[in-house]
């Protein structure tokens, strides 16, 4: 029967020993060898074990010690015994030391032992056996070299008795599965065997069962092969094919760094820093060497200690290497240079920084590499590998294995920075082509918000606030298809496109008629283009026009999402209009739709990104935006603020959101003032005095002088060359007083400089002097000439 507690399995003779020098545990094989119970020696000084005139064991110098004791006997005589005492790990505070001695029948000769001989006799490697008891029946010269004893001192003893080691104990357990099962056992482990003067192997222990002529197991051989050239190979292939899979997992340059540090760190170095050159000091990136002494940015470093207390640099901090430093050396030569403690390289480096030299004492480090980064024929910095920990310098297979990690980790940072530059690149012109500051009107008071991707290249988004004629203003939120700078160009052109149609008064289904066609164009032209991929360009927009003297606002959309409505008095609703194709189709009609709005309400409009989510379906994210725009706010910002924080990620959005609020305001009807005018020229004079009384009721007489002028010629040509019915029209509010004259002749004025000799052909040029602007914008029913006078200008004037 094998036994569970090696201490009481009566063969041989073992005793714990506590850091204080008292005895712990005693065996039964113990007590047979010296006489002496548990219960007499436990508890007190190992030392009183000593036979009188026995000298006791020099203090060892290491986690192991043998030798030939001089023990005293409970019936006083002297025992001479071979004790092989190792440090046992601690499971509490202090360690313990476990002493063992073996049976006395384990001195025989093994030759005489069938089952012994068998196994040395067909192992061509380093062999020992084990019996039923997991006692050592036979060991080979091999293997007592590896182990550091003489084999006649090991037999009888357990793996446990041996050695201490977390490996002992495995291999114990594997002797027993094997006894119990039947069936090989591999096993393998990385360490320094007892009797080697080298470093650590990797060893592979192949155990197999010994069976009797019946087939029953009456031991175990255990084989070691040192397999360290298959175990680094296998090593080196891990560490590869984890570079590929956790380096280059963003497109962020500090991120990309630190994963490389991570992935090598302990696998291939203890302590691994990545500097990059800093390409705004640099000038830019460069193919060739640097020029030294080289400037270097920390941008990750890591370490087998917690919180890297070998690291000099910090992340983000500037460094400067002279040309005798590992870094600077190996960016200069193009190739990685390897530097231990040793060598002049190291040791120059060590006394160029003080700092360092004091870092390198501390921890022991040894052995340096420094790897450029390299990729597209472009150094982007370097990587410095440390061992301090392992005992073993870097070999060339080490060389090999970071130049490899370091050039898919190269090409990574590159691409990030590359991503990087075109992305802010794109976000330079993006912010460029959006309004910096949404104008002030008497229509509406906005306010918005606009997020770029965070995940994926910047979009075409895009939102603008038009003031019209009339006191009106036209809202607009677009959005192009695709990422990058060819995306936020085509949003630019079509931003522009937007404000010149807008300019001429265009309804919004007709201006999105007009927009298509635009569209349809740059899809072709970018079709013709070599290399153009799809040439395809599309688009999605909302444009609405609100007048705040009707109070009334009309939209159209093309493959836009819906807007939000919130009453003064009650919950934001979805506005239901036509649904419109998206830009760039061609060929299909747009329809308009008209609502009315009671001042104070507010509109809502959005680009798909704000309710794009993963986590949840589009009719919840169209239930949260009408929550938060429901819920009672101070101001538009502070709406604006609440949706982006109720509906998107706190890493940010993965698609581009722009979001624009508008509160319409209305215009009283006391600041308005309508005539029907007759046409006949004779009654210009009285139409005149109508306006001026008008003016003084509005308290703004200071504008009489340039308003008579400016009505007098606006009626006279609507009179003379226009169609009935004819209307005058006075609107203004603090700032501007606009002045509209309306007929049903849809032919449009021109503005010309009169020759000296003509008649007439002054007055347009006139009213575009005396005004702030002046144009003309078609109705259903015929024409508007409109023109707008800055009251503060009018007023300081006069």
């Given at each position: 029967m ?11 003779a ?17 007590r ?21 005139d ?14 030939m ?119 393998e ?17 192949r155990i ?57 760190v ?10 990059l ?46 040309a ?38 501390e ?20 990587a ?73 290249g910047v ?5 603008d ?9 036209a ?16 949003m ?30 740059l ?7 070599e ?31 819906q ?7 009650g ?72 949706v ?93 007083l ?18 000296t ?11 575009a ?17 409109w ?12």
């Open positions: 094998i036994p569970d507690e090696p201490l009481d399995d009566g063969v041989a073992r005793a714990v020993i506590a850091a204080d020098g008292t005895l712990t545990e005693w065996s039964e094989g113990a047979r060898l010296l006489g002496h119970t548990s219960a007499e020696v436990v508890g007190r000084p190992a030392a009183e074990l000593l036979a009188d026995a000298d006791a064991p020099p203090a060892p110098h290491d986690a192991r010690w043998s030798g004791l001089a023990l005293r006997h409970r019936d006083g005589r002297t025992v001479s015994v071979w004790v092989l005492a190792h440090r046992r790990p601690p499971e509490g505070e202090t360690a313990e030391w476990f002493a063992v001695s073996p049976p006395e029948a384990a001195g025989a000769e093994p030759s005489d032992d069938p089952l012994v001989r068998s196994a040395l006799t067909q192992s061509p490697c380093a062999t020992m056996i084990f019996d039923e008891g997991l006692r050592l029946r036979g060991v080979n010269d091999a293997m007592a070299d590896l182990l550091g004893m003489p084999a006649d001192r090991l037999r009888g003893l357990r793996p446990t008795d041996i050695g201490s080691r977390p490996q002992n104990t495995e291999l114990e357990e594997n002797l027993l599965r094997v006894l119990s099962t039947g069936r090989r056992q591999d096993m482990t990385y360490m320094k065997a007892s009797g080697e003067t080298r470093g650590a192997h990797a060893w592979l222990a197999a069962p010994l069976t009797d002529a019946s087939g029953q197991v009456r031991g175990v051989c255990v084989t070691a092969h040192d397999f360290s050239d298959q175990y680094r190979s296998r090593e080196r292939l891990q560490l590869v094919n984890e570079a590929s899979v956790r380096i280059g997992t963003t497109l962020d340059v500090t991120r990309t760094a630190q994963e490389l540090a991570d992935v090598c302990p696998a291939l170095a203890d302590f691994v820093s990545v500097d050159l800093d390409t705004r000091e640099h000038g830019g990136e460069s193919a060739g060497p640097p020029v030294p002494p080289v400037s270097l940015r920390r941008a990750a470093h890591q370490s087998v200690n917690s919180g890297s207390p070998e690291a000099v640099a910090k992340p983000g901090q500037v460094e400067i290497y002279p005798s430093s590992p870094q600077a050396a190996s960016l200069i030569a193009g190739h990685a240079v390897v530097a231990s403690g040793s060598e002049d390289d190291l040791e120059r480096w060590l006394a160029w920084d003080p700092v360092r030299f004091r870092r390198v004492r921890y022991g480090i040894h052995s340096t590499m420094s790897v450029p980064l390299q990729a597209r024929g472009t150094i982007l910095g370097v410095v590998f440390t061992r301090f920990r392992r005992a073993e310098n870097f070999t060339d297979d080490d060389v090999l294995l970071a130049e490899e990690v370091t050039a898919r980790a190269a090409v990574c940072i590159d691409n990030a920075r590359r991503y990087s530059r075109e992305r802010e690149t794109t976000l330079t012109l993006q912010r460029s082509l959006l309004p910096r500051h949404l104008p002030h009107t008497a229509a509406v008071e906005a306010a918005s918000r606009y997020l770029p991707a965070t995940r994926s979009g075409g988004d895009w939102f606030v038009i003031p019209l004629s009339g006191m009106r203003v809202m607009v939120v677009g959005d192009v298809v695709g990422h990058g700078i060819q995306a936020s160009a085509t630019g052109r079509l931003r522009t496109a937007v404000r010149t149609l807008a300019d001429i008064d265009l309804a919004p289904d007709e201006l999105l008629t007009h927009l298509d066609d635009l569209v349809v164009r899809s072709q032209e970018s079709g013709g283009e290399a153009a991929g799809t040439g395809e360009v599309g688009a999605t927009c909302l444009y609405a026009v609100y007048d705040p003297v009707s109070r009334r606002c009309t939209l159209a959309r093309a493959g836009h999402p807007p939000f409505l919130v009453p003064p008095d919950p934001a609703r979805q506005l239901d209009l036509p649904s419109g194709p998206p830009l760039g189709v061609g060929g299909l009609p747009f329809e308009s739709a008209e609502v009315e709005l009671r001042e104070g309400s507010v509109l809502s409009f959005h680009t798909d990104g704000l309710l794009a989510s993963r986590e949840r379906d589009i009719d919840t994210s169209q239930r949260m935006l009408g929550e938060s725009l429901s819920a009672p706010a101070g101001s538009l910002d502070e709406i604006c603020d609440r982006l924080q109720t509906l998107l990620p706190s890493g940010g959005s993965a698609d581009d959101v722009a979001l624009l609020l508008a509160r319409t305001r209305g215009l009283p009807s006391s600041q308005v003032a309508t005539w029907d005018i007759p046409a006949d020229p004779a009654l210009v004079a009285p139409i005149r005095k109508q306006v001026v009384e008008q003016l003084e009721r509005w308290a703004l007489t200071e504008a009489t002088f340039t308003a008579e002028l400016v009505v007098s010629e606006l009626v006279t040509n609507a009179i003379r060359y226009g169609a009935k019915p004819i209307r005058l029209r006075l609107i203004h509010d603090a700032a501007t606009i002045c509209e004259v309306s007929d049903t002749n849809h032919t449009a004025p021109h503005l010309r400089r009169a020759k000799w003509d008649e007439g052909g002054r007055g347009l040029l006139l009213v002097q005396l005004t702030e602007r002046w144009g003309s914008r078609h109705t259903p029913e015929g024409k508007t000439i023109a707008e006078l800055t009251l503060l200008d009018a007023m300081n004037g006069q």
